[in-house]
T-cell receptor, first 116, second 115 residues
Framework: DTGVSQNPRHKITKRGQNVTFRCDPI?????LYWYRQTLGQGPEFLTY????????KSRLLSDRFSAERPKGSFSTLEIQRTEQGDSAMYLC??????????????FGEGSWLTVV | AQTVTQSQPEMSVQEAETVTLSCTYD???????LFWYKQPPSRQMILVIR??????QNATENRFSVNFQKAAKSFSLKISDSQLGDAAMYFC????????????FGKGTHLIIQP
């Protein structure tokens, strides 16, 4: 069990560029979540996958944000035409499939994005 | 929509003493889970303790325990015998029991441990 892995850990990009973050969940974890955390705030839920199906995406911040999990394993979060307000830490988390929701959710170390 | 409120932006405690962090939440659901997460300066979110709403017994994990008051929608965290390594941001979080959704977090409490 190597934990939830996120890459890159830090990304500096110019405004208007596209960025992509990758998340490798704990093996055999069916559920995968993306969150955004800005300084001084708690994480904000963005989207959620069960296997390859994206079951919740209404919380994605705008149509510039998209996420995929093509084979039900790793996931990517892409931000197109970045803006300075997108500067934040992007957290990935995973949990095992259980009949009742609410099982322990494990977080990665996050990917810091700075838009200049 | 559910909300989570942490009314203490910062708390300070002497090493070896006990401290209680407050959390209240608002939900219309009867089935849900509550969590306390710790986020040290390294920024990785670490689970401290969880509570199932259908359980009346308060959860305990070593020096960490909760006071879960379902009717009052209150979920406080007690840290006994505080250690320097407990210094971190602490977040209270809510997760609905039946639905496919993410955690809703409070704004966090910054815990300072005085040696």
């Amino acid at each position: 069990d190597t934990g939830v892995s996120q890459n890159p850990r830090h990304k500096i990009t110019k405004r208007g560029q596209n960025v992509t973050f990758r998340c490798d969940p704990i093996s055999e974890h069916n559920r995968l979540y993306w969150y955004r955390q800005t300084l001084g705030q708690g994480p904000e839920f963005l989207t959620y996958f069960q296997n390859e199906a994206q079951l919740e995406k209404s919380r994605l911040l705008s149509d510039r944000f998209s996420a995929e999990r093509p084979k039900g394993s790793f996931s990517t979060l892409e931000i197109q035409r970045t803006e300075q307000g997108d500067s934040a830490m992007y957290l990935c988390a995973s949990s095992p499939r259980v009949r009742r929701s609410g099982n322990t959710i494990y977080f990665g170390e996050g990917s810091w994005l700075t838009v200049v | 929509a559910q909300t989570v409120t942490q009314s203490q932006p910062e708390m300070s405690v002497q090493e070896a003493e006990t401290v209680t962090l407050s959390c209240t939440y608002d939900t219309s659901e009867s089935d849900y889970y509550l969590f306390w997460y710790k986020q040290p300066p390294s920024r990785q979110m670490i689970l401290v303790i969880r509570q199932e709403a259908y359980k009346q017994q308060n959860a305990t994990e070593n020096r960490f325990s909760v006071n879960f008051q379902k009717a009052a929608k209150s979920f406080s965290l007690k840290i006994s015998d505080s250690q320097l390594g407990d210094a971190a941001m602490y977040f209270c979080a809510y997760h609905p029991g039946g639905g496919a959704d993410g955690l809703t977090f409070g704004k966090g409490t910054h815990l300072i441990i005085q040696p």
